[in-house]
Nanobody, 122 residues
């Protein structure tokens, strides 16, 4: 079992910055990749940014140049640095991880955090 714990979601003013974090904990696992998703009420959950254990990154067009995803492999913690925030960024942000677990037969599994609310006011 792997647990993802998110933190950092708060109310901020437009143009401000915020850093989200997501820590993965558990036993006998390694991270393949981690991602940040966001979901506004009534909308689909959308991939915001992703990062592999090799630090290859991918960003949604809407956040390119403003958000930076990073991963501390040692601490198994992912961050999302959010700059120049816009009201359109208001969403619940979810942490997702694909991990390899090496208990018995190895396999890849997806885990999700509870989500953290980011509200950007104008």
């Amino acid at each position: 079992q792997v647990q993802l714990v998110e933190s950092g979601g708060v109310l901020v003013q437009a143009g401000g910055s915020l850093r989200l974090s997501c820590s993965a904990s558990g036993r006998h696992f390694s991270i393949n990749n981690m991602s940040w998703y966001r979901q506004a009420p009534g909308n689909q959950r959308i991939l915001v940014a992703s990062i592999t254990s090799g630090h290859t990154t991918n960003y949604a067009d809407s956040v390119k140049g403003r958000f930076t995803i990073s991963l501390d492999n040692e601490k198994k913690t992912m961050f999302l640095q959010m700059n120049s925030l816009k009201p359109e960024d208001t969403s619940v942000y979810y942490c997702q991880a694909e991990v390899s677990q090496h208990v018995g037969n190895w396999g890849n599994y997806d885990y999700w955090g509870q989500g953290t609310q980011v509200t950007v006011s104008s």
